[in-house]
């Protein structure tokens, strides 16, 4: 009978306490976990539309680039606005490596 | 009062005495037992009521409106479903520049009968829509009584939550694709569009759609008071984001290729034209452009003829291009070399009731002489001297008559005769490239074989990776390689001094190509004065890496001969893809050497090209019966060749 009312050396009834104790710990961390995931998720969700938002604007900023970029605009630029022109053959120096 | 405080102290002296009897609790208060026991049952039925609560709540359907319209109100407040977008993916040049892009835009419509009662909040709406409130108010009792109108479609997010931000009630949006087309018509006929619904409709939109075609997913998720999304609680269906497509086409060569094309449709008068630039190694198609051409973002004033990507779906009569593969048949045989001599003279050959006519008499012509100067007496004799199949079998080797395989829609495989039995005119008018019909990139192909040595390698309208690009193997060989060189030393005589296709010349470069001009066929046969202009060639002659087409087709202005129309084009465009891509002069390029075309003084050289209008100067009357011939294009063209005799 002593061998089972002691656990460690300890009472039953003290086994019992930290055992409640562990519970209650671990309750709350459970509490707390999912608290810190819901936090974390909704983080990530806000990431995610984010992501999503940028996604819209990199396409947006993509069209508008090669827009920009046109070589048909490049072209008339290059001649009309800064006089530059392809070079003709002799200012072609060839490098080899 | 007092009663309560018996109870509350009742367990303390139940447990000391409970050996007594079956109601101490009664006798010691000195009340009748059946109170007790009214209190006892009384007390445990409540925690059983709040049992039944709960479980008719939570778990019976039918009592109290059920179980499901609790969880239905909870999650009323708490699941939402999410989209997650799935966009088309984006088509791009080799070299990763957007060529169709989607991006979201947002529609703002409105319920016009809610918009109706709310008139006081019209003036800054339409203020914000750019419209006369008088013009809104006009619409909305237009829409009177309906409940969608749209307000403006198709306008940029920000724009939209623009006119959102002024909280107007009934004024919804919704989210809708729109694709945009940075290139432009430079691409237009090769990258297609799609419809409003995002769906292909047209070239490699139209091939690829299945792997373009994005699809939106849905999950479902837990939302807390303030939106945020806090569990993920399970995926409705999953997206599917379009896979990128990378095109084989370099937009620079596109581009340069798109430019001077045009620039040569418009100078000559021409009805239409197409470039192709092929990659030898990889069989890639480096720029394949079109004129008329379309822009594909507005396309309100569409015509279909622009639409058309020709150089894929049109079919041409080659004419003297073919000259070359003519030549191949005629070093396979074994019964020339590219230094036998043939006699021209005088100029004009017979073949049954048909007279070839050469543009002067030339005299005494080797094989090499008989390409430069394009002659059709000298091809004449050559073919005759052919086995009837002989070359008809090199056309086909080289891909002529099957399709190219690009997948493009409507890609033509062209037309290769098939005959039992070969009368000599139907072997002369091949060996000059009548009687067939072929697409600008056929010939492109055709032009590879020789360019690459005589391998015949796919072309592909997609970008080829570097790991996966096939090495040409033997098995892929369809000419011999020392007869593919020997051709391609013939064809760089062309570009010679008094060759025809001088004007296609690249400074510092060796170009071996060919030039052609034939007739147009109408209602009537052969047309007299429409023509089409073509020049194939390669560079550097010696190992190409290049292989370009341009079909210009019915110039009206007085030159048509294809190496006054055409080579010029193949000039300009080329010598720009060579800087594009790096590739060094093959030839030391002292100035003074250079063959630099002047306007007049090829002019009378020039010598004349392959054109069945001398074919046609000995015919007799019976060939007045092909006028009536009522089938049209390639048939009625191969009917008037073969009906000749």
């Known amino acids: 009978m002593s061998q089972a009312s002691t656990i460690l050396g300890l009472s039953l009834s003290k086994v019992m306490a930290v055992v409640w104790l562990l519970m209650l710990f671990s309750g709350l961390s459970v509490v707390y976990v999912s608290h810190q995931c819901r936090l974390l998720y909704s983080e990530l969700a806000v990431l995610e539309q984010k992501k999503n938002g940028l996604q819209v604007a990199w396409g947006q900023y993509l069209i508008e680039e090669s827009a920009l970029a046109s070589l048909h605009r490049v072209e008339v630029f290059a001649q009309q606005k800064l006089g530059m022109q392809a070079p003709v053959l002799d200012q072609i120096v060839v490098v080899k490596p | ?645």
């Not at chain 2, 694709?177 to 070239?203: H, M, S």
């Not at chain 2, 609680?233 to 094309?261: M, T, V």
């Not at chain 2, 060996?431 to 056929?442: D, E, I, K, M």
């Open chain 2, 1 to 645: 009062m007092k009663r309560e405080q018996t109870k509350s102290r009742r367990p303390s002296g139940s447990k000391s005495r409970s050996s007594r009897g079956r109601q101490p609790g009664a006798r010691q208060l000195g009340l009748s037992a059946w109170r007790y026991r009214v209190v006892v049952v009384g007390l445990a039925l409540l925690p059983l009521a709040a049992l039944w609560k709960i479980a008719s709540l939570q778990v019976l359907p039918d009592i109290d409106r059920g179980f499901e319209f609790l969880k239905g109100q909870g999650d009323d407040r708490m699941v939402r479903k999410e989209e997650i977008p799935g966009y088309r993916g984006v088509i791009t040049d080799r070299r990763g520049e957007p060529l169709a892009v989607s991006t979201p835009v947002l529609s703002i419509w409105a319920d016009p009968r809610v918009l109706d009662a709310n008139a006081d909040q019209l003036a800054p709406l339409a203020r914000q829509l750019g419209i006369k409130l008088s013009v809104l108010t006009g619409r909305i009792a237009h829409y009177a009584g309906k409940e969608f109108m749209y307000l403006s479609r198709r306008i940029t997010p920000r724009q939209a939550e623009a006119i959102l931000e002024l909280g107007i009630p009934g004024v919804y949006k919704n989210t809708e694709y729109k694709r945009y087309y940075p290139a432009g018509e430079v691409t237009a006929q090769l990258v297609g569009f799609t419809d409003i619904d995002d769906v292909g409709q047209e070239g490699m939109e139209l091939a690829f759609n299945e792997s373009l075609a994005g699809r939106s997913g849905f999950r479902q998720v837990l939302k807390d008071q303030k939106g945020r999304v806090i569990k993920d609680l399970r995926l409705l269906s999953s997206e599917k984001p379009g896979k990128n497509l990378a095109l084989s086409i370099d937009l620079r060569l596109q581009y340069a290729a798109y430019r001077e094309l045009k620039a040569a449709i418009t100078h000559f008068r021409a009805a239409s034209g197409s470039v192709v630039i092929l990659d030898v190694h990889s069989g890639e198609v480096l720029a394949m452009v079109n004129q008329p051409s379309f822009n594909p973002n507005d396309r309100s004033r569409l015509n279909t003829q622009a639409m058309r990507n020709r150089a894929a779906t049109d079919l041409i009569e080659p004419g003297s291009i073919m000259k070359p593969l003519t030549m191949v048949a005629a070093l396979e045989s074994g019964k020339f070399h590219p230094s036998t001599v043939i006699d021209t003279s005088p100029g004009h050959f017979r073949v049954g009731r048909k007279t070839f006519v050469d543009h002067k008499n030339y005299g005494p012509l080797d094989l090499t002489g008989i390409l430069k100067k394009s002659s059709q007496v000298g091809t004449t004799k050559i073919a005759m001297a052919l086995e009837p199949e002989a070359i008809r079998g090199v056309f086909e080797r080289v891909g002529l008559g099957q399709g190219p395989g690009t997948g493009f829609p409507g890609e033509s495989a062209g037309f290769l005769p098939n005959k039992q039995r070969w009368r000599p005119v139907e072997r002369a008018t091949m060996a000059f490239g009548y009687g067939l019909a072929v697409t600008p990139l056929q010939l492109a192909q055709a032009y590879g074989v020789l360019a690459s040595g005589g391998t015949k390698t796919a072309v592909s309208l997609l970008k080829i990776s570097p790991e996966d690009r096939q090495v040409p193997s033997e098995l892929d060989r369809v000419i011999p390689s020392a007869i593919a060189v020997d051709v391609r030393e013939m064809m760089k005589s062309v570009l010679e001094k008094g060759g025809t296709g001088t004007r296609a010349a690249i400074p510092g470069y060796e170009v071996a190509g060919k030039t052609g001009t034939s007739h147009k066929v109408g209602a009537a046969g052969y047309q007299q004065d429409h023509y089409v202009s073509l020049f194939a060639g390669m560079v550097p002659a010696d190992s190409p890496r290049l292989v370009a087409v341009v079909v210009i087709d019915d110039p009206r202005s007085e030159d048509y001969y294809g190496g006054l129309v055409a080579a010029p084009v193949f000039s300009k465009v080329t010598a720009e893809a060579l800087r594009f891509l790096n590739i060094p002069p093959d030839i030391p390029f002292p100035k003074s050497e250079l063959v630099t075309a002047k306007e007049a003084s090829f002019k009378e050289d020039l010598p004349k090209e392959t054109s069945p209008k001398d074919v046609q100067t000995s015919r007799s009357g019976a060939d007045k019966s092909m006028a009536k011939s009522d089938l049209a294009g390639v048939q009625k063209l191969v009917r008037a060749q073969g009906g000749a005799t």
